[in-house]
């Protein structure tokens, strides 16, 4: 599976962006996708998931009500719509992807695109 993220920029406190993660490749429909990001310094950390189907979501909890994962199978893209953007939203979002499960940890996913940077001013 070939993964590639886009949309990223810079907006303002409080603003919004919309990432999205077109996915290639042999039965990428049925992959789990999940969206991570890391901060300058920092580790990468698990941002949003979404079962094959999209019946399931997962968020993490500072993301939680602000945040909203998507995929259109149709389309084999992944989304990610960020509002009330924060300036500690502020990383590079990756997309990735594993074989079955909603998991968190970045060790759980095989397949990794690179990723989009989202920068937001206060």
């Known amino acids: 599976v070939q993964l590639q993220a886009s949309g990223g920029g810079l907006v303002q406190d409080g603003g919004f962006l919309r990432l999205s993660c077109a996915a290639s490749g042999r039965a990428s429909a049925m992959y789990t996708l999940g969206w991570f990001r890391q901060a300058p310094g920092k580790e990468r950390e698990f941002v949003a998931g979404i079962n094959w189907s999209g019946g399931n979501t997962y968020y993490a909890d500072s993301v939680k009500g602000r945040f909203t994962i998507s995929r259109d199978n149709a389309k084999n893209t992944m989304y990610l719509q960020m509002d009330s953007l924060q300036p500690e939203d502020t990383a590079v979002y990756y997309c990735?992807?594993?074989?079955?499960?909603?998991?968190?940890?970045?060790?759980?996913?095989?397949?990794w695109g690179q990723g989009t940077l989202v920068t937001v001013s206060s």
């Open positions: 990735a992807a594993r074989g079955y499960g909603l998991r968190s940890r970045p060790n759980d996913y095989d397949y």
